[in-house]
């Protein structure tokens, strides 16, 4: 499955951002989605998941409540909403795949089989 990131940019802290990411290739109902960001000079962290149908969702605990992360399986995309931006959240995202086999570990980028290119995502203070 080959994965495109967009929807980046510079926003003001407290600002808002909605991230795209448009799959291809194959059948991306069977995959579980994640979005992953790294930090200049930091490793790359985990955002959210969710599941193949949607059903399930899941947060790194600094992003519950303000991150948002969705799918439209009729389009093949995957969304990360994005509120009440703050400084620390300048970073390139990255929207990773996997086929979905159950459980849930969806925290381990090494995991993930299918990358984007990342979209970089710039909060001022």
């Known amino acids: 499955v080959q994965l495109q990131a967009s929807g980046g940019g510079l926003v003001q802290a407290g600002g808002s951002l909605r991230l795209s990411c448009a799959a291809s290739?194959?059948?991306?109902?069977?995959?579980?989605m994640a979005w992953f960001r790294q930090a200049p000079g930091k490793e790359r962290e985990f955002v959210a998941g969710?599941?193949?149908?949607?059903?399930?969702?899941y947060y790194t605990d600094s992003m519950k409540g303000r991150f948002t992360i969705s799918r439209d399986n009729a389009k093949n995309t995957l969304y990360l909403q994005m509120n009440s931006l703050k400084p620390e959240g300048t970073a390139v995202y990255y929207c990773?795949?996997?086929?979905?086999?159950?459980?849930?570990?969806?925290?381990?980028?090494?995991?993930?089989?299918?990358w984007g290119q990342g979209t970089l995502v710039t909060v001022s203070s």
């Open positions: 969710i599941g193949s149908s949607g059903g399930s969702t």
């Open positions: 990773a795949a996997r086929l979905d086999y159950g459980g849930t570990n969806y925290y381990m980028a090494h995991t993930y089989d299918y």
């Open positions: 290739g194959r059948t991306f109902s069977s995959y579980r």
